[in-house]
C-alpha cells in the first residue's frame, strides 16, 4: 500500500499509512452493494436443452412402448425406457425453467442459480 501524505497544520507528514476519516462517513461505499450484472451460462444452458429433449423423446418413446405402438417383442424393456427418460427430462427441465425466468426478469430468478462449467 503506498503512504500517504497526511497535511494537518500545514505540516506534511511522509510515511504514514493512514489518514483521518470524515466524521460524516460511516465506513462503506456504494461500490460494495452494487452487484455486477450475472454472467449468462450459454454452456449450461445449452446443456439443460440437450437433456430436456432426450428425455422428451425417451419419455414418448417409451409411452409408445406402453401403449402397444412399437412391436410387442420387448415389453420388457418400456419401464426402463421411461425411467431413464423421466431422469433424463427432469434436470433438463429444471434449468431451462431458472433459464427462462432469469432472461425475462422475474424475482428470485438468477443466472447464478444454474450451475456454470467453465470455473
Excluded: E, N
Amino acid at each position: 500500500m503506498p503512504a500517504r501524505s497526511v497535511v494537518s497544520g500545514g505540516q506534511s507528514h511522509c510515511g504514514v499509512r493512514y489518514s483521518r476519516l470524515p466524521s460524516d462517513d460511516d465506513g462503506y461505499t456504494d461500490l460494495q452493494f452494487k452487484r455486477s450484472p450475472p454472467k449468462v451460462p450459454y454452456k449450461a444452458i445449452a446443456l439443460a436443452t440437450l437433456l430436456f429433449l432426450i428425455g422428451s423423446i425417451l419419455i414418448i418413446i417409451g409411452a409408445l412402448l406402453l401403449a402397444g405402438y412399437f412391436g410387442g417383442m420387448h415389453s420388457d424393456r418400456t419401464v426402463p425406457v421411461l425411467i431413464i427418460g423421466i431422469l433424463v427430462f427432469l434436470p433438463g427441465f429444471y434449468h431451462l425453467r431458472i433459464a427462462y425466468y432469469a432472461s425475462k426478469g422475474y424475482r428470485g430468478y438468477s443466472y447464478d442459480d444454474i450451475p456454470d462449467f467453465d470455473d
